[in-house]
Every structure is written in structure tokens, then in C-alpha cells.
């Protein structure tokens, strides 16, 4: 049985015994990226194996069987061109990031919240609101991380001030990154793969924000009265030289890379790299007539290579899936139930598998559904990874930074809250698209 790849001719592997073979090495590697904590192996290295040799069988079983190659040589150059466009603009945005942190940016936040002197329900609300606003521009991910790292430094010992907390950052940063291309990978890949236009991506801030709104409110109620204790003698700390030219340089270079794609049809990955160029020659023109070296390619060293060979793996593998033919059988869902079902479902999944290989997933199914519905599965995918501590990045990232006290069971005594603000994320989205029809209709 074969189907038609792009004009190429296909297996329909998924009705062999090969192609559940395939199934099964896809379980089993995913067994270990999920269970990551329990053999403290890097998520990255069972996701790359897996991967790489998914793809190594397809080639062995197509070269012993004598078949065609035309659809699986299709097949890899989508597939490479879909990586790499991910995996230069990911680059570009970690390496701001590092610049911004070697300029003490984040240091300058963090101590400005230390010295503040407000209460923890304060403390509560003003991370939350930052995770929220931070995450749409530097990725749900490393919002996360440093909002934690300033939780941590905050207060280390009062765990029923941190869990919620933590909470509250988690389901920002990913609330928040829902309704920005740059804010989550799931949204980055939905725009890449023109499921909407960065404008699109915008109207889904009232969706986020009022079911962010519910769950931080419902949270906050189990946020204890008083106040950490303030440090006192610290140093101030200051942003150093260059750090607020290079905050503006990433919002020319988020501009570039939005104008680059909706006017010029080039790959948002092209304007980040035209970012970080700029980038570059700022650091050499600091060194050179103002003895401040930024050290942008200490920076670059820093990017976290494991996330992007972690996004390479998880990419591929669900790459050799669709080659298998799987996802085409699961496209039918959206014909056999709604697509509104789907695309919720789509967000409980998320909870459970991790949002990025599910929303690959949805993509490379591409089932035939209208921009409100891609917006729907935009929202769910990465609303929906909250549910559960691990279901995100921004989760994972936290449980690491908060060891021992932001964990699995911690956070599931409070998933209700984090249930009630998806539903109430899809209830505003429905009102919105469904009922009043206010976006863009194509």
C-alpha cells in the first residue's frame, strides 16, 4: 500500500510489522526522555538516538527491499530544512539571552525584586506578571529559569509560598508564550509552518491572559501572609555597559525576523541571524573604542547545545512517524470527532507526552482545519503543558532549579487550578472566534 509524499510515492508502513517496529523504538524512546529524572540521563541523548536511528531503518528497510527513493529523499530534505529553521532561530534567542545575562541584565531584575521589600502574595503576583510579559520575548523556557532563580534566592525555605509560586511562573511563562511566535517552540513551529501570520498568533492574548488570570487567583489563595526576609547590605547591581542597547537590539532583531517573514517570505531564522550579525559587530565596536568585551562568543559557547540536539531528536522522530504513515491515520480524528475536541484533547496530551512532539505531530498530520482551529491547538498545546509538572519545558526547567520542593506530587496537588484556567483559556477563545469572530479571517 504506498500514499503520495509531495508527489513521490510512499509505504504505508504503518499497516507493516516494520512500522510498528518503528512504534515501538518511538516508545520506548520517549520512555526515557519522559523518565529523565529517574536515570538522570539528559533528555537530549535517548531523544537524538532515537531519532537519528528511526531514520537509519527507514534507509536500511527502503535500500534491502530495493524501493524507490524519491519520497524519502523529499521526505529528509523537508525534514532538515524544518530543523534548521528552528535550530538557528533557537541559536540566535539563546545567545541574546547569555549577552543579556553577561550584562547583568537578569541580575539587575533579580536584585531590584530583592530589595523591594514586598509581601509574598506581592512577590506572587509580580513574577507571575513578569513570567507572563517575559516569555512572549525570551521563550516560556528561560523565563521560567530565571524567575525561579529569583524565587530560590528570595526564599529557600518556606514551601508554601514557593510550590504555588512556582506554579504561578509555569503557567505564565507558557500562557504567556501562546500568544507569541517567540514565546514557545510549539508556537514557533505553528508560524514556521504558516498556520498564521504573527499577527494571527496576537489574538490569542485575551485567551491567555484571562485563563493565567483564573489560575493565578485561585493560587493565590494558598499563598501564606507575611514577608521574606530582606537582605540587607548587598551591593547594588547594575546593568553594565552596552546591556540596554542590546535589549533594543533584540527587539530590532524580533522585528526583523516578523517583517522578514511576513514581507520578504524569507524564514524567520533568517532575520535573527541578521540579529545576531548586529549583535557581533555591537560586541566588537564596545571592545574596540570603549574596553568593554562582552565576550559574545563566551556567550554563544553557553547556548544550552543539549535543548537543541534535544529538539533535532524529538523532530526527527516524529518526522519518521509521518514517513511511516502514522500521523496520516491519525489525521481522521478531525474528521471522526470536531476538530474543537481534538484541539482540546490535543491539550491534555500535551500534559502527559511534552507539547513539542505532540504539536509536531498535529503539523505534520496537517490536517485540514481553519485558522481558528490552528489557533485553538496553538493554545491548547501550550496551555495545555501545564497540567502536569512535566508536561512543558518551562516545568521541567523548574523542577530543576526548585529540587526537592517544586516536584511532580507538589504540583499536582494544585492542577485543578491549572484545569479550570485552560477551560476557562478555551471558553474565552470560543467567545472569540466562534461567537464574535474577532481575528483576522483569512
Do not use: C
Not at 485575551?206 to 530582606?230: C, M, Q, Y
Not at 533568517?270 to 555591537?282: E, K, N, P, R
Not at 500521523?327 to 496530551?349: D, E, K, R
Not at 496553538?378 to 521541567?396: D, E, K, W, Y
Amino acid at each position: 500500500m504506498t500514499r503520495v509524499e509531495d508527489g513521490a510515492h510512499a509505504v504505508d508502513l504503518a499497516v507493516e510489522p516494520f512500522g510498528w517496529l518503528l512504534l515501538v523504538i518511538f516508545i520506548v524512546g520517549y520512555y526515557f526522555i519522559a523518565a529523565e529524572e529517574k536515570y538522570h540521563i539528559n533528555k537530549a541523548k535517548p531523544a537524538l538516538f532515537t531519532g537519528t536511528f528511526m531514520f537509519m531503518l527507514l534507509g536500511g528497510y527502503y535500500a534491502f527491499n530495493g524501493l524507490d527513493f524519491s519520497s524519502f529523499d523529499v521526505e529528509i530534505a523537508h525534514l532538515i530544512l524544518e530543523i534548521a529553521e528552528i535550530f538557528f532561530f533557537l541559536f540566535v534567542a539563546m545567545t541574546f539571552i547569555e549577552a543579556l545575562i553577561e550584562r547583568n541584565v537578569f541580575d539587575a531584575l533579580k536584585e531590584k525584586l530583592l530589595s523591594s521589600g514586598y509581601d509574598y502574595k506581592k512577590l506572587f503576583w509580580v513574577t507571575g506578571f513578569l513570567a507572563f510579559f517575559i516569555s512572549p520575548v525570551a521563550d516560556n523556557l528561560t523565563t521560567a529559569l530565571i524567575l525561579s532563580t529569583v524565587l530560590i534566592t528570595i526564599e529557600r525555605n518556606n514551601k508554601a509560598f514557593l510550590v504555588p509560586a512556582a506554579i504561578n511562573i509555569v503557567v505564565a511563562a507558557n500562557a504567556g508564550g501562546a500568544w507569541s511566535p517567540f514565546g514557545d517552540i510549539t508556537t514557533l513551529m505553528a508560524w514556521s509552518a504558516g498556520k498564521g501570520t504573527f499577527v494571527d498568533f496576537l489574538f490569542l492574548f485575551p485567551a491567555s491572559i484571562v485563563g493565567w488570570g483564573i489560575t493565578a487567583f485561585l493560587l493565590s489563595r494558598f499563598v501564606p501572609e507575611g514577608s521574606p526576609k530582606k537582605i540587607e547590605g548587598a551591593e547594588p547591581v547594575h546593568i553594565h555597559k552596552g546591556g540596554k542597547v542590546i535589549i533594543a537590539l533584540g527587539v530590532f532583531t524580533i522585528a526583523s525576523a516578523v517583517l522578514g517573514k511576513q514581507l520578504m517570505h524569507l524564514p524567520p531564522m533568517w532575520g535573527m541571524l541578521f540579529g545576531l550579525s548586529l549583535l557581533q559587530l555591537y560586541a566588537y565596536t564596545l571592545k574596540k573604542y570603549h574596553d568593554h568585551d562582552i565576550q559574545i562568543y563566551k556567550s554563544v559557547s553557553k547556548v544550552e547545545n543539549d535543548t537543541l540536539l534535544f529538539f533535532f531528536g524529538i523532530l526527527a522522530a516524529v518526522g519518521a512517524l509521518h514517513f511511516a504513515g502514522f500521523l496520516a491515520h491519525a489525521a481522521h480524528l478531525y474528521t471522526m470527532f470536531s476538530p474543537t475536541s481534538v484541539n482540546i484533547g490535543v491539550g491534555f496530551l500535551s500534559a502527559i507526552v511534552d507539547n513539542v512532539p505532540v504539536m509536531s505531530a498535529v503539523l505534520k498530520a496537517s490536517p485540514d482545519i481553519p485558522l481558528a482551529q490552528w489557533m485553538l491547538v496553538t493554545l491548547t498545546a501550550g496551555v495545555g503543558g501545564s497540567m502536569i509538572s512535566f508536561g512543558s519545558a518551562a516545568g521541567v526547567g523548574v523542577m530543576g532549579k526548585l529540587k526537592g520542593v517544586y516536584t511532580f506530587g507538589a504540583h499536582m496537588k494544585y492542577s485543578w487550578t491549572i484545569v479550570i484556567g485552560y477551560f476557562v483559556s478555551i471558553a474565552v477563545w470560543y467567545a472569540q472566534y466562534e461567537i464574535l469572530g474577532l481575528y483576522i479571517k483569512p
